[in-house]
Structure formats: structure tokens, C-alpha cells
């Protein structure tokens, strides 16, 4: 090892970084992470920056025609909603219960 790799070694920030261990922590996992599919090609979506959302099979493999991407939030607010309002409804559970319930 060179001095200057040493010195680097031996700062007090760098140590600091190397006892987090920061790479083995694992990333936020978001209330959807891996639920949301394309309307158009059924594929899943990926994050495509911090805060969107895009069809994987659109910007990965030119595959889809769906080509826009949603805002993580927009699209989570969106889906708990529809979520409330069509599925939560009492004779939807009440129809759930009686076709799965014991």
C-alpha cells in the first residue's frame, strides 16, 4: 500500500464509513415495491428515478408502448384509493368470506 493510500486508510471519516458498513443495509421498501403492473403489457414496474415509476418491459426492453412515468406517490395514493373505495366494500368482503372464509 502506497502512503497515500495509508493516509486515506487512516482518516478518521473513512473509518467511520467502514464501521456503518453502510453497504449492507438495506434499501426502503416502499408499501407497493413490486405490486404495480402496466395496463398495456402486464409487466412490472421499476423505479426509473427516486420518486417515479415506469414500466420495466417499456424502458428496459423497448417492449411496451407505455412509455410515461408516474410518480411514486401519485400512483401509491391512487392505488389506496381504489383500493378503498371498489375492493373494501362490505358486500366485496362480505363475497370474499363466503367463497375462501371456513
Given amino acids: 500500500m502506497t502512503a497515500r493510500q495509508g493516509e486515506i ?5 473513512v473509518r467511520a464509513i467502514k464501521q456503518s458498513r453502510f453497504w449492507e ?5 416502499h408499501l407497493l415495491t413490486g405490486l404495480p ?6 409487466g412490472g414496474y421499476a423505479a426509473v428515478d427516486r420518486d417515479y415509476l415506469a414500466s420495466s418491459a417499456a424502458r ?25 373505495d371498489r375492493v373494501m366494500q362490505p358486500a366485496a368482503v362480505a363475497s ?3 367463497a375462501y372464509g371456513s
Fill in 9 to 13: 486508510e487512516d482518516d478518521r471519516r
Fill in 25 to 29: 443495509q438495506r434499501r426502503k421498501v
Fill in 37 to 42: 403492473q402496466c395496463g398495456c403489457c402486464g
Fill in 60 to 84: 428496459k426492453l423497448g417492449a411496451c408502448t407505455q412509455r410515461r412515468a408516474f410518480r411514486r406517490g401519485d400512483l401509491m395514493a391512487l392505488i389506496l384509493v381504489l383500493l378503498r
Fill in 96 to 98: 370474499f368470506i363466503s
